[in-house]
């Protein structure tokens, strides 16, 4: 149980084109959704965390008209890459959790890698 | 603001060897840390987690042991195999319910 998916797994681009990838929670409802990016041997950074039906919450430093996050329903949250660039490739990885899976847990999706030609 | 550091950040052992990573947080107000395995270019496998209230957790040759008020956890695993080779990440849910993870410890387990 507490599958997430993510799609896609990878894409490429080129520079300046947008980017939607998409988390789901495949069985429970995730009452939040994290996004985390994942720089070449670096640790996971939290970009930004999202509750259903609310504004996303952007970490210092992370522009949110860039990296525009909807969570529209308890089981779906989009990130979309908006006029992506060489500096924004990076593995980017979406975590969710919900009230009937602990809420403290979180349970993290494949990963998405996007590279920005 | 919560730092989580881990120590080494590489190691290489040969196979059977045990081992142990480390992990120390400077919040010691978390709700509970994860040990999770990361293999190159995949996601993260969660391989234990440990609430604020238990001071071990146990799965397989994995053990997470936990030390709030010291701010330290250490990752012991018996009997390396070339299959554990990955990179080791611990993270703690702190007051926010947020994750913050360390740099992680790139284990390598030669055959």
């Known amino acids: 149980g507490a599958v997430v998916s993510q799609h896609p797994s990878w894409v490429i681009c080129k520079s300046g084109t947008s980017v939607k990838i998409e988390c789901r929670s495949l069985?429970?409802?995730?009452?939040?959704m994290f996004w985390y990016r994942q720089f070449p041997k670096q640790s996971l950074m939290l970009m930004a965390t999202?509750?259903?039906?609310?504004?996303?919450?952007?970490e210092q430093g992370v522009e949110k008209d860039k990296f525009l996050i909807n969570h529209a329903s308890l089981t779906l949250s989009t990130l979309t890459v908006t006029s992506a660039h060489p500096e924004d490739s990076s593995f980017y990885i979406c975590?969710?959790?919900?009230?009937?899976?602990?809420?403290?847990?979180?349970?993290f999706g494949p990963g998405t890698r996007l590279t920005v030609l | 603001k919560q730092e989580v550091t881990q120590i080494p950040a590489a190691l290489s052992v040969p196979e059977g060897e045990n081992l142990v990573l480390n992990c120390s947080f400077t919040?010691?107000?978390?709700?509970?840390l994860q040990w999770f395995r990361q293999d190159p270019g995949k996601g993260l496998t969660s391989l234990l987690l440990?609430?604020?209230?238990?001071r071990e957790q146990t799965s397989g040759r994995l053990n997470a042991s936990l030390d709030k008020s010291s701010g330290r956890s250490t990752l012991y695993i018996a009997a390396s195999q070339p299959g554990d080779s990955a990179t080791y990440l611990c993270?703690?849910?702190?007051?926010?319910?947020?994750?913050?993870f360390g740099s992680g410890t790139q284990l390598t387990v030669l055959p």
């Open positions: 993270a703690v849910t702190g007051s926010a319910r947020q994750l913050t």
């Open positions: 919040d010691s107000a978390i709700y509970n």
């Open positions: 999202s509750n259903e039906g609310s504004k996303a919450t952007y």
């Open positions: 069985d429970f409802q995730a009452t939040t």
């Open positions: 975590s969710a959790r919900g009230l009937d899976r602990g809420y403290n847990e979180q349970f």
């Open positions: 440990i609430q604020s209230s238990q």
